[in-house]
């Protein structure tokens, strides 16, 4: 099955500070999908990317898809506390069965 | 997008009892249903796949005669938590697709058994 490794598993950042997230794959991604989730509560799309070296931005997040298509970033320019939450990275399996990373805890600090 | 209900959004029930939650695709058919599980400070973990008029295939660890899935429709699947025990409270959370379409989540029901 697909596995996807996140990192790292928690950051906490100072308002206005750039930060990354990485999400690898052991096996080639069809389809990567972020998502942000306040525990609790629902997910929220972010972006899905789907083509080697793809990259889409939406505000002040960007997420990445290497050539190779196993790992993926999600990068976000100056941070606001409103960015603050739990990222998710999904797949899909073979039988289109959506599976996630670990999560990463997103804090930031005002 | 399209929109996936779930219900009840929260539910606290005795332990020994059984607890029913409800996953509709509101305005489109969906193919295909997933159930996930969250605990606490983890992400969402698959639980079992439905497809309309078929018996749901479960992921490894997943009981089956425990967590019953019946998808009745192209716009509803339950899943029913039988003889529910403390260690079962945990949010769960449904999905629809529709053929490789992208995949659309429940706001999540949240399970507390004490």
């Known amino acids: 099955s697909q596995e996807l490794e996140q990192s790292p598993q928690s950051l906490i950042v100072q308002e206005g500070k750039n930060l990354t997230i990485n999400c690898t794959s052991s096996?080639?991604?069809?389809?990567l999908y972020w998502y942000k989730q306040k525990y609790g509560e629902g997910l929220i799309f972010l972006m899905m990317?789907?083509?080697?070296?793809e990259e889409k931005s939406h505000e002040k997040i960007t997420a990445k898809l290497d050539e190779k298509k196993q790992q993926s970033s999600l990068h976000i320019t100056a941070s606001q506390p409103s960015h603050a939450g739990i990222y998710l990275c999904g797949a899909d399996g073979l039988l289109n069965d959506m599976r996630f990373g670990a999560g990463t805890r997103l804090t930031v600090k005002p | 997008g399209a929109v996936v209900s779930q219900h009840p959004s929260w539910v606290i029930c005795k332990s020994g009892t059984s607890v029913k939650i409800e996953c509709r695709s509101l305005?489109?058919?969906?193919?295909?249903m997933f159930w996930y599980r969250q605990f606490p400070k983890q992400s969402l973990m698959l639980m079992a796949t439905?497809?309309?008029?078929?018996?749901?295939?479960?992921e490894q660890g997943v009981e089956k005669d425990k967590f019953l899935i019946n998808h009745a429709s192209l716009t509803l699947s339950t899943l029913t938590v039988t003889s529910a025990h403390p260690e079962d409270s945990s949010f769960y959370i449904c999905?629809?697709?529709?053929?490789?379409?992208?995949?659309?989540f429940g706001p999540g029901t949240r399970l507390t058994v004490l």
């Open positions: 990317l789907q083509k080697g070296g």
């Open positions: 305005d489109f058919q969906a193919t295909t």
């Open positions: 096996k080639t991604l069809y389809g």
């Open positions: 439905s497809n309309e008029g078929s018996k749901a295939t479960y």
């Open positions: 999905s629809a697709r529709v053929d490789l379409n992208e995949q659309f």
